[in-house]
Every structure is written in C-alpha cells, then in structure tokens.
C-alpha cells in the first residue's frame, strides 16, 4: 500500500516514461520531460516544480521562484500533497487555524518557512527539497545557496556586459519555447518592464502587445503608453473605477480568485485581478497568451545605508532591520519578542548564507527577501493569470540572470543605480536617439538624493525623532485614500474615516487588506476560525 496520496490539479503537470517523477512548468511547451527528470536542480531552466516518487521517499521540489509550490500533510498514516487548498481542505479531517503562522501573516502578508495558516499543512519553501518519509517524518533541505561569486566584477563595463549576455539567453530560450503564441507585458512606467520589453523588441519576437492599468489619466499609464510608442509595441489600457472594483470584488468572482490563488500561504495580489478580469472577459489578448511581467533579482536590497557604513553591521542589526523592513503592515514593526516564528525563519535565512563573510548582510537582507516575500508575495501572484488560464514567465529570474547578479561587486548591486544606467542604455539602443525632450520618463516615487554620508545623518535624525514613520504615514493615508490603482476599493466594509485612521496610526494598504482576509471579510470562508 502506498504512503502517499498526490492530489495534482493543474493542468501542466507532466511524467516521465517511468512514472516515478512528475513536472509542473507554468505553460504547455515542448520540454525535455525525460532529462528534467533526473537533471540537478541548479541545472533546470525556467520555471517548474518537480515530485519524485521512487525509492519510498517522496521528494517534493521546488524552484528558485517557488512557482507552484505544493502543501502537504500526514493524515492517518498516509501523506497527502497537493496544489489545490481546496483538496487539502477536504482530505484534512481537522482543518484549523495556525494562529503563530497568522499573526506573522498579519504584520507580512505571507506565511514563513513552511508553515502555512493551516495547523499541521506545510508548504514547500523556495529553492529547497523536501523529503516525505515513509515513518511520517520529514525534513527539508536547500539546494540554492545565495552567496556573492568571488572575484567580483568591479567595472560597470564589464557588469552589463555580462547581464546583456545572461538576457539574451534567458529572453532567446523564451522565444523558443513560446513559439508562436502571443506574449503579454504588463508595462509600467518603470525601469524592469521597461527593459523587458525592450530586450523583446531587441530580439526580434513576433507577437508581443503590452498593457497597463489603472484610474484613467494616471501618470504610469501616461508613461507606460509612450515606451510602449517608441517601441512600436501594441498597447491597451484598463481603467479602473473605484466603485466598479468594488462591487466586482464582493461578488462570487472576487471569492473565487482568492480561492485559486492565496495558496494557504500568501495574501492574493488583488490588485491585478480586475484588470485580468476585464482582459478575459472581452478577449484583449489570445486564450492561450503567456504573460511576462518584469520581476528581477536586481533590488532586493533594503536599508542599503548600513552597507556604507564604516564598520561593518552585526549580525543582530541585520536581522532587526528584516524584521522591521517586513513586518511593518500593521504599522508598528512586529518585534521579534512577539513574532518568534519571524525571527527563527530570519535566523535559519542567516545560517543559509555565508555568514560572517564580506557581503553577509546583503546576502541575509537579498536572500530572506527573495526566499520570502518574493516568493510567498511577488512571484504568487502568477497565480493570478492562472487562474484566468493564461500561461506565464519570469525570465529575468532565469538561472543566467541569477548567476550574473551574484557576481557584482556591492557597489554594483546595492542600489539600482547601476541597473537603471543599464535600462536606459538598452532602451535608447532600440529606439534610437530620440529628440530631445520625448524620452518617456520614468515612473518613480520621488526621492531626495543625497551623497552617502549626508544621507546618513538625515536618516538617523529621521529616525531618532520618528519623522520617517510621520512623513511615511501622511504619504500613505494620502496615497491610499485615493490610490492610483483604485486599492481603496479592496477595504470592503470599513468606513473611509476607519481608513484613513488606521493608515495614520501607521496601517499600510497591505495591513488593512491581510485583517480583512483573516478575517474571512472578503466574502470568500477560506482561513479556519480561531
């Protein structure tokens, strides 16, 4: 009798002739089934997750990215995985709250580690293999380490050299495995789809259309629809009206996306959802369209001031700053005294990296954020075009791309300085020179530069007064109440006045949305009662 039961619900899983492994890539091309098989890790390209069934023990694993990651749990002797809450609700007999797991949700919005907001479902973590053994025990192991390649590459030059090199690759592989199917670029009017698309345009691909959303008239789409122009890409635009969102959002197909895609682990990226929907509903793209958003490795790195500090951080100020930096939805960072799963997830993050070396703390600051909010936040929201049944891709963390990054020096890779010389290189390549004055700009928060050390004494008096937390709370009241993005819409059922009070004691958008989706406010029974 087996020890496991799999409960596979994706249409894009695939096995080889042995039927001991299977394969899950986020769109139908022709793979190598038979060599992905048994090929390490580090060496599959693309996106995928793979489950390995011989031998006794099940392996379950899982890609950089985390791109369809799989829960599983031990039910009356047998273990049970499976991509689909909905499956795991109804073969779990005790389906409860994990209240350490949604507390930390609550200040993050995403789980840690394993740990799902289910008791007793785990969830397989980033980059990592975990082993299902036949006694009911299991364990999990990391087989991506996150460490900055010696010697660096110190020379600008010879940087974007080598990136142009690693996106030619990774962009020339998508091509070929897309084929002829029509590529969408959600186009902002930043630096990363920027680039992607240009790269696109670079080589030549056939069929790719571009779109952004938003409230009509909005500076991002304003800028989003010039680069689209001086590209000579297609372009469209949703508009989005705040009322219109929200009852959308409260009706049977706003609970049916949470459904699909919050994955017992991660808030659902609402904020594409009814763009998407509007996509399907009235076929601006093809069915079978694969999508391509701009998601990078580049600018993981927060709280870069203390890399340029003379002496180099502790250990213990690099995991507070984690703490501070991830756990700030609810206002008030949650403190590692009240948030102990927080701080042993930040903690094993550390023992992953090469601590105590030279880069350490970028590494511990890059990899926790990758391997976490990245994962658990950002890269979940594919799910969002799978749940309209669209293909998608994230080439720009493809393995090339990876590897490259980490071989930057620290004044490369620190900022995205470096990175937006490069964009604005590629760009202007593709296009040509343009007259003076029609270069789209960019669409960036505005920010006050300064050089290292003046920006340090400004940062610690900010601190020490607390006039970072009052200027960054008057900026978010103010942005949230009437966001370009309509985000007002998702506060189902709290008053503007609860709101803007809640946002001035220091709640972010992403606070108020993870209450109401514990809460199960959202119209959708999903999270188990206390």
Request: glycine share 8%; hydrophobic share 40%; net charge neutral.
């Given at each position: 009798?087996?020890?496991?039961?799999?409960?596979?619900?994706?249409?894009?899983?695939?096995?080889?002739?042995?039927?001991?492994?299977?394969?899950?890539?986020?769109?139908?091309?022709?793979?190598?089934?038979?060599?992905?098989?048994?090929?390490?890790?580090?060496?599959?390209?693309?996106?995928?997750?793979?489950?390995?069934?011989?031998?006794?023990?099940?392996?379950?694993?899982?890609?950089?990215?985390?791109?369809?990651?799989?829960?599983f749990a031990h039910v009356d002797g047998t273990w049970v995985v499976s991509d689909d809450p909905v499956r795991m609700r109804a073969l779990i007999p005790s389906w409860r709250r994990d209240t350490e797991a949604c507390e930390v949700f609550r200040h993050t919005g995403f789980t840690v580690g394993t740990r799902t907001l289910v008791r007793g479902v785990g969830a397989t973590p980033a980059a990592s293999t975990v082993e299902l053994r036949p006694d009911g025990s299991w364990d999990q192991?990391?087989?991506?380490?996150?460490?900055?390649?010696?010697?660096?590459?110190?020379?600008?030059?010879?940087?974007?050299?080598?990136?142009?090199?690693?996106?030619?690759?990774?962009?020339?592989?998508?091509?070929?495995?897309?084929?002829?199917?029509?590529?969408?670029?959600?186009?902002?009017?930043?630096?990363?789809?920027?680039?992607?698309?240009?790269?696109?345009?670079?080589?030549?691909?056939?069929?790719?259309?571009?779109?952004?959303?938003?409230?009509?008239?909005?500076?991002?789409?304003?800028?989003?629809?010039?680069?689209?122009?001086?590209?000579?890409?297609?372009?469209?635009?949703?508009?989005?009206?705040?009322?219109?969102?929200?009852?959308?959002?409260?009706?049977?197909?706003?609970?049916?996306?949470?459904?699909?895609?919050?994955?017992?682990?991660?808030?659902?990226?609402?904020?594409?959802?009814?763009?998407?929907?509007?996509?399907?509903?009235?076929?601006?793209?093809?069915?079978?369209?694969?999508?391509?958003?701009?998601?990078?490795?580049?600018?993981?790195?927060?709280?870069?001031?203390?890399?340029?500090?003379?002496?180099?951080?502790?250990?213990?100020?690099?995991?507070?700053?984690?703490?501070?930096?991830?756990?700030?939805?609810?206002?008030?960072?949650?403190?590692?005294?009240?948030?102990?799963?927080?701080?042993?997830?930040?903690?094993?993050?550390?023992?992953?990296?090469?601590?105590?070396?030279?880069?350490?703390?970028?590494?511990?600051?890059?990899?926790?954020?990758?391997?976490?909010?990245?994962?658990?936040?950002?890269?979940?929201?594919?799910?969002?075009?799978?749940?309209?049944?669209?293909?998608?891709?994230?080439?720009?963390?493809?393995?090339?791309?990876?590897?490259?990054?980490?071989?930057?020096?620290?004044?490369?890779?620190?900022?995205?300085?470096?990175?937006?010389?490069?964009?604005?290189?590629?760009?202007?390549?593709?296009?040509?020179?343009?007259?003076?004055?029609?270069?789209?700009?960019?669409?960036?928060?505005?920010?006050?530069?300064?050089?290292?050390?003046?920006?340090?004494?400004?940062?610690?008096?900010?601190?020490?007064?607390?006039?970072?937390?009052?200027?960054?709370?008057?900026?978010?009241?103010?942005?949230?109440?009437?966001h370009p993005m309509a985000f007002e819409a998702f506060a189902v059922g709290l008053p503007r006045s609860t709101q803007a009070l809640r946002m001035a004691a220091g709640a972010t958008s992403l606070g108020l949305w993870a209450n109401l989706f514990l809460a199960n406010a959202w119209g959708a029974d999903l999270v188990p009662p206390d």
């Open positions: 009798m087996e020890h496991y039961r799999l409960e596979l619900t994706s249409s894009t899983w695939t096995g080889d002739a042995t039927g001991h492994t299977r394969l899950w890539r986020p769109y139908r091309a022709t793979w190598d089934t038979e060599r992905d098989a048994t090929a390490a890790p580090r060496d599959l390209s693309g996106e995928w997750t793979r489950i390995t069934t011989d031998g006794g023990t099940v392996r379950l694993t899982t890609d950089r990215l985390r791109s369809h990651h799989l829960l192991a990391l087989w991506q380490d996150y460490c900055y390649t010696s010697p660096e590459v110190t020379r600008a030059e010879d940087f974007s050299e080598r990136f142009s090199r690693a996106m030619d690759l990774v962009v020339g592989r998508l091509l070929e495995r897309a084929g002829d199917r029509q590529l969408v670029v959600p186009l902002s009017g930043g630096l990363d789809s920027r680039l992607l698309a240009a790269w696109l345009v670079r080589l030549g691909a056939p069929r790719v259309v571009t779109f952004t959303y938003g409230k009509p008239g909005g500076r991002e789409g304003v800028i989003s629809r010039q680069v689209a122009r001086a590209l000579g890409l297609p372009w469209f635009s949703v508009d989005l009206d705040p009322a219109r969102v929200a009852r959308a959002w409260a009706s049977p197909e706003g609970a049916n996306f949470q459904e699909l895609t919050w994955g017992l682990t991660s808030l659902p990226h609402v904020q594409d959802w009814y763009a998407l929907r509007a996509i399907h509903r009235d076929t601006l793209v093809e069915h079978d369209a694969i999508f391509i958003p701009g998601h990078t490795i580049v600018g993981n790195t927060h709280d870069e001031d203390v890399l340029e500090r003379d002496s180099a951080p502790t250990r213990e100020e690099v995991l507070t700053l984690i703490a501070r930096h991830h756990a700030s939805l609810q206002g008030r960072p949650g403190s590692f005294r009240n948030l102990p799963l927080l701080r042993q997830e930040v903690v094993r993050a550390g023992r992953e990296c090469s601590w105590p070396g030279p880069r350490a703390a970028q590494e511990l600051i890059e990899w926790f954020n990758l391997r976490e909010r990245q994962a658990k936040y950002i890269n979940n929201s594919m799910k969002g075009y799978e749940a309209f049944d669209y293909g998608w891709a994230l080439p720009m963390l493809d393995n090339e791309i990876w590897a490259c990054w980490l071989s930057g020096s620290q004044e490369l890779t620190s900022t995205r300085q470096w990175y937006a010389d490069f964009t604005a290189q590629a760009f202007d390549s593709v296009v040509g020179t343009a007259p003076a004055g029609t270069t789209p700009e960019l669409f960036t928060a505005p920010r006050t530069h300064l050089p290292p050390t003046p920006r340090r004494a400004a940062l610690a008096v900010l601190r020490a007064t607390g006039g970072d937390r009052l200027l960054s709370r008057y900026r978010s009241v103010r942005t949230m109440l009437n």
